[in-house]
């Protein structure tokens, strides 16, 4: 079940989404807080304030809505407030992974009226009932003036065109694989046209009457708009209400089911003065290599070097590229002569032979192997711990205990944690350096007070206690069921677990400048915002859990009396007389607001519960529509709901994708309908004709019997997937496959042969200086060939002192013709010689074994691996790819997992290595803004930062160090062009 914040919250960072998320917590809001509002009353929701698009926070059914044509007016004395009581009610249906199971609502109140939708052009949300709608959409073909949109008069893929001008007024269908059946009066017939050119001009409803219904919504789905709510203080107020609550006992809930927290222990924990530590438990070991790369005052920054020794070969595994060491007595020696920095799987690199001779005979095989470091991070030590000073590679003579990542000059060496908090386990670097199975190196930021704070640094893993997010305790959320059922609470009247948090409040303003609004043992509204400015009160107040009447199902006197009481209160604690009259009207104004309201904006009792019968019919729900009488029911702040919920969604990670998640990353399709020249999807009908159902299917089954299992392994192949087929528009690629065909370069090949022919002959053999060898061994014979044949005609010139350079240069003359053209073709040449290398060997191989599959396997040679790997006879009928649904996807796993440039797939997608991946897909990185566009949704969608099995650091952030192209030669070549292109990324 997916979960979204009823607003859309963006960033660039995890911190600043996070900033946004702690204003909603009640300290942006002006009057809505959680759960207590301006006037100590009981509040059981937040209020979004200004201009905001409201959104379904989770899956679920609309049960109920009101639509307001206009604004209620309420007028007090000669002002007029406009006021909304529109309203929409969700029902949701949780089920956690290991079957708990719970019915909550969602509900959103003070919604925009019709009037002002339309007015400000604005979308009607789906589940609204709608018949009349307009066309939207851009400059139309050449020919037809004016704007409009352009549409299908069928479904057919080859339906007549008609354009349809933007505006018209139409009556349209239900959405039928995103098209709707439209008539109208400017056309004839019927004509189909795709949803998304539509916006609803007016609605099918009854206009300010509570509609019991039952609708689908998608979490993120448009709910509505904030609508106006002024008062007296301010008339031109907008907000809207927003609440969560459920009849059904949360104790549960809040605790968690073992099998679930078993499971997902996903998150580390940490205390208020938790101590971390800069230096790294990492002991560099006496015998190692070390060299400066800055120096510093204090402190230097150095880098490991390689140990080299001379042992014996005798001693020594060999594994051809590297060496093992023998057991016992052997790795004894060998460990010895190594200042005893080895274990017992150490890989030992060769060097070169140092064989001991007297005279030419061999006594002892020696060899002398390389101890590579475990990694190549950079340290800061003190400088009186470098041995023999600062320049070039010095040997350890003792250990190094006091390591730093960063220059420790001035900094805090034991950064203290000054909050409770809770951090995801995946953004704990678990360090390849010895101890890494007993210490994790953390980089925490959180909010304290508004202000951030990021301590880093290491900690024993064995110090961190792990957590699951189904253990919401541990969150800091807590239950309060036993509040007195008032809506307007007198300090001295709160129950004792409310008091709490008051008192909280109260305390955390009492320094404040503002002694008049500061009161002690009285709650101000002024104590509350400046207290929820606050984060940690903010955050305490949002995690509670209260058992309350719902304010919209409240008895209008008793809350009445229970106003004109606080009011009556606050007008004797004043003890003044000047403004007594002013307090008193404004009492009444107050009173006679809320009796007029209230009714109004109740709820409840208009609510039916059970099934709704509609016409035409509905299909069934899994969980059927209902809705409880039991007024009194617990209330959850809903940004800290959503928030939590959100911790708790699980990831992909051995589990099928769905269809909704598929189409939720890449759309509703159709799928591979390409009508292009070489790419005509028609001709295949087991492809073109397959159902979304049938192609995630294979897809699942494809990855699980490939081992494609975790969330990341899944996001990457499929979005890359995507991205080789034009989002599953084709199985084959568009161009006509010359590219991969030796005819097309053989005729440039044979002449650049020529042209290689040439410089072999005048050039010599050295590849490197041939060309600069023709010109300077025989462009110097152009003066005396010159001379030679102005004076041969004369029989008193001495021409035999001219005649070596003459004839040198003679088939120079004739074969520079060859030279100048045909230097040009090398691309040409490396082409055919890369065509021969890849079995493409005849004229046709490049159309026939050009790129097929999701991943457009191309050459003959890759299509001769499959048929050993699968018995698949496509190198025969090279067709059997594109022209079957299981094939092309069952080659691009093949592709993925064994036959890409660098092997296994799988091992970079579990580090998130979109640029690496891509190379060894692509061989460059060709359409990356696409590829990195589509994997970002796939990384959300299949919720990939809950993952408790790879752990990523930022994820979806992509830069050249963090990728392991930067380690290749490949790579370090191309450096500037590959950080040119990911600085494009968007």
């Known amino acids: 079940m997916k979960f979204e914040y009823p607003v859309k919250i963006t960033g660039e960072t995890p911190e600043e989404i996070e900033l946004k998320v702690a204003g909603l917590m009640g300290g942006q809001n002006h009057v809505g807080f959680f759960p207590l509002g301006r006037l100590n009353n009981w509040h059981g929701g937040i209020h979004i304030e200004g201009h905001n698009e409201l959104l379904a926070i989770a899956d679920g059914r609309v049960i109920a809505y009101r639509m307001p044509k206009k604004y209620l007016v309420e007028k007090i004395g000669t002002i007029e407030y406009e006021y909304s009581y529109g309203f929409v009610l969700i029902q949701h249906d949780y089920k956690s992974p290991q079957g708990l199971e719970i019915t909550f609502y969602s509900l959103y109140h003070h919604l925009a009226s019709y009037e002002e939708i339309i007015k400000d052009k604005k979308v009607i949300p789906d589940f609204i009932e709608k018949k009349g709608f307009k066309v939207k959409g851009n400059e139309t073909k050449t020919g037809v003036t004016g704007k409009g949109a352009f549409h299908l008069s069928s479904l057919a893929s080859n339906a007549t065109k008609v354009f349809i001008l933007n505006n018209t007024q139409v009556t349209a269908g239900p959405i039928d694989k995103d098209y709707r059946k439209i008539t109208g009066t400017s ?39 904030t609508g106006m709510y002024g008062f007296p203080k301010n008339k031109d107020y907008r907000a809207s209400h927003i609440e969560v609550f459920t009849a059904d006992n949360v104790a549960v809930l809040l605790k968690g089911i073992k099998e679930d927290k078993d499971e997902s222990q996903h998150f580390l924990q940490l205390k208020k003065g938790t101590e971390l530590r800069k230096a790294s438990p990492y002991t560099m070991k006496k015998g190692w290599n070390i060299k400066v790369v800055l120096a510093g005052t204090e402190y230097s920054q150095i880098v490991q070097c390689a140990v080299e020794k001379t042992v014996k070969y005798d001693d020594l595994i060999d594994k051809g590229a590297f060496y093992n060491i023998k057991a016992s007595a052997s790795f004894e020696a060998v460990n010895k002569e190594f200042m005893y920095l080895l274990n017992a799987n150490t890989k030992l690199d060769h060097v070169s032979r140092e064989d001991l001779k007297e005279g030419i005979v061999i006594v002892e095989k020696r060899r002398k192997v390389r101890l590579d470091p475990l990694d190549d991070i950079q340290y800061w030590i003190k400088n009186d711990k470098i041995p023999e000073g600062l320049a070039a590679i010095k040997e350890l003579k003792e250990d190094l205990v006091e390591l730093f990542l960063k220059d420790p000059t001035g900094i805090e060496l034991k950064p203290v944690i000054k909050e409770d908090i809770i951090i995801r386990k995946n953004s704990a670097i678990v360090p390849k350096i010895a101890p890494a199975d007993e210490w994790y190196f953390l980089k925490c930021s959180y909010l304290t007070d508004g202000v951030r704070d990021t301590p880093s640094g290491w900690i024993k893993i064995a110090e961190v206690p792990t957590v699951s997010a189904f253990d919401w305790g541990a969150f800091g959320f807590k239950m309060l069921d036993n509040l007195a059922d008032i809506f307007v609470y007198d300090l001295s009247q709160v129950p004792d677990d409310l008091k709490k948090e008051i008192d909280k409040i109260d305390n ?425 566009t589509k994997l970002r949704k796939a990384l959300d969608s299949l919720i990939c930062k809950n993952c408790g099995q790879v752990y990523v650091q930022n994820l979806g952030n992509y830069t050249y160090d963090k990728s392991e192209v930067s380690q290749t030669k490949f790579g370090k070549k191309h450096k500037n062009y590959i950080v040119s292109e990911l600085n494009k990324l968007k």
Not at 198 to 214: E, G, H, I, R
Not at 533 to 558: D, F, I, P, Q, Y
Not at 904 to 931: C, E, F, P, S
Request: glycine share 6%; with cysteine; net charge neutral.
């Open 508 to 932: 955390a303003t009492q320094n404040e400048a503002d002694t008049e609004n500061n009161k002690k043992g009285k709650l101000t509204t002024f104590e509350l915002r400046s207290a929820l400015a606050k984060t940690n009160v903010a955050r305490g107040l949002s995690h509670l859990v209260c058992k309350h009447t719902n304010e919209w199902a409240c008895n209008t006197g008793k809350v009445k009396g229970e106003v004109e009481t606080y009011l009556n209160n606050i007008i004797k604690d004043n003890g003044g007389i000047d403004n007594s009259t002013e307090l008193e009207d404004t009492k009444n104004q107050m009173l006679d607001s809320l009796e007029l309201r209230l009714p109004k904006l109740n709820i409840w009792e208009h609510i039916k519960d059970g099934p709704i019968i509609t016409d035409p019919p509905t299909p069934p729900p899994p969980i059927p529509r209902k809705f409880s009488s039991v007024k009194e029911v617990y209330h959850f702040h809903p940004i800290a709901f959503v928030e939590h919920m959100k911790r708790m969604e699980k990831c992909y990670c051995e589990r099928d994708i769905t269809v909704e998640i598929f189409e939720e990353i890449f759309g509703k399709g159709p799928w591979f309908t390409s009508t292009k020249k070489f790419a005509d999807m028609s001709k295949y009908p087991d492809v073109y004709k397959s159902t979304s159902q049938r192609l995630v299917n294979l897809f699942n089954k494809a990855m699980s019997e490939n081992g494609i299992n975790t969330c990341f392994q899944k996001a990457h192949f499929i979005s890359q997937c995507a991205h080789e087929t034009d989002s599953f528009k084709t199985t084959q690629e568009y161009d006509e496959g010359l590219k991969y065909d030796p005819g097309t370069f053989k005729a440039k090949h044979d002449k650049y042969k020529q042209y290689l022919d040439y410089l072999k002959k005048y050039g010599g053999d050295d590849e490197d200086n041939q060309t600069a060898n023709i010109d300077t061994n025989y462009e110097s014979c152009k003066s005396d060939y010159d001379i030679y044949e102005k004076n041969k005609s004369k029989a008193d010139f001495n021409l035999q002192s001219y005649k070596t350079k003459h004839d040198k240069y003679v088939p120079f003359l004739a074969d520079k013709l060859l030279y100048t053209p045909y230097k040009s073709y090398i691309e040409d040449y490396n082409a055919y010689v890369k065509c021969l290398k890849m079995n493409n060997k005849v004229d046709g191989d490049g159309i026939a074994y050009k790129g097929k599959g999701f991943l457009q396997l191309t050459w003959k040679c890759n299509y001769e691996e499959f048929k050993k790997e699968k018995g698949i006879n496509c190198v025969t009928n090279p067709t059997l790819i594109a022209s079957n649904l299981e094939n092309a996807i069952n080659v691009s796993v093949f592709h993925w997992i064994k036959n890409s440039a660098w092997g296994n797939l799988n091992l970079y997608a579990n580090k998130d290595d979109l640029i690496y991946i891509t190379y060894g897909i692509n061989g460059g990185l060709n359409g990356l803004q696409d590829r990195y």
């Open 187 to 225: 056309f004839t017939g019927e004509k189909y046209i795709k949803a998304d050119k539509l916006v609803a001009a007016f609605c099918d409803t009854d206009f300010d009457s509570v509609k019991n219904c039952d609708k689908p919504i998608k979490a993120g789905e448009l709910v509505s708009y």
